[in-house]
């Protein structure tokens, strides 16, 4: 069975420096996808970004990017220019590319940006 | 992205009686809904992934029968929980996807509330 694993429960940051949240996850397949959801206390779920595990490049979008590293399992999320609003849960998740594409979220860590 | 819609947003409802929860895709066609649940300080767990015309597919431990999914059009989900309990409280969300894609678009999220 696939794991992922974010393991900082909590993380600060200035605001307009630069944080990355961490994310690893075990798996078998060779064929799978990584994904980076934020929500807000209002409880939605905003896709930020997706990361194939063929992509050649490391996904980017505005200020978001993914540093994949397929040789460690990880796929660390890395917010440049920290605002505000940024303040919110980050969720990391994954799915095989067999799996009708179920997602299986991790833990999630808490983002605080500091004014 | 992708906009899905989610209604009611909250309901309280006494114990004993049943809940309806909509899911709609506004401006793509689902091909495939999911339905999660979500305690507080918690990660998301699936609860069952639904096809278009197809019975749902239920996550082990998650009684169907208690937990009905309806997915009967490509723009709509629904999810019944019949003979609500107050250990049924939590934060619904769904999901959407369409034909091929990678990313799930998800709805606001329902806040359940059994007395």
């Known amino acids: 069975a696939q794991k992922i694993t974010q393991t900082q429960p909590g993380m600060f940051v200035q605001e307009k420096e630069a944080v990355t949240l961490d994310c690893t996850y075990d798996t078998s397949d060779p064929s799978y996808g990584l994904f980076w959801y934020k929500q807000p206390s209002s409880g939605e779920m905003i896709f930020l970004i997706y990361?194939?595990?063929?992509?050649?490049q490391n996904a980017t979008e505005g200020r978001y990017s993914l540093n994949f590293q397929k040789a460690r399992k990880s796929a660390n999320l890395v917010i440049s220019a920290s605002q505000l609003g940024d303040s919110a849960m980050y969720f990391c998740?994954?799915?095989?590319?067999?799996?009708?594409?179920?997602?299986?979220f991790g833990k999630g860590t808490l983002l605080t940006v500091n004014p | 992205g992708a906009v899905v819609s989610q209604h009611p947003s909250r309901v309280i409802c006494k114990s004993g009686t049943s809940v309806k929860i909509e899911c709609r895709s506004l401006?793509?066609?689902?091909?495939?809904m999911f339905w999660y649940r979500q305690f507080p300080k918690q990660s998301l767990m699936l609860m069952a992934t639904?096809?278009?015309?197809?019975?749902?597919?239920?996550e082990q431990g998650v009684e169907k029968d208690k937990f009905l999914i309806n997915h009967a059009s490509l723009t709509l989900s629904t999810l019944t929980v019949t003979s609500a309990h107050p250990e049924d409280s939590s934060f619904y969300i769904c999901?959407?996807?369409?034909?091929?894609?990678?990313?799930?678009?998800f709805g606001p999220g329902t806040r359940l509330t059994v007395t």
């Open positions: 401006d793509f066609q689902a091909t495939t």
């Open positions: 990361q194939g595990s063929y992509d050649q």
């Open positions: 999901s959407a996807t369409g034909t091929g894609w990678a990313e799930q678009y």
């Open positions: 639904s096809n278009e015309g197809s019975k749902a597919t239920y």
């Open positions: 998740a994954f799915h095989s590319g067999g799996s009708n594409y179920k997602l299986t």
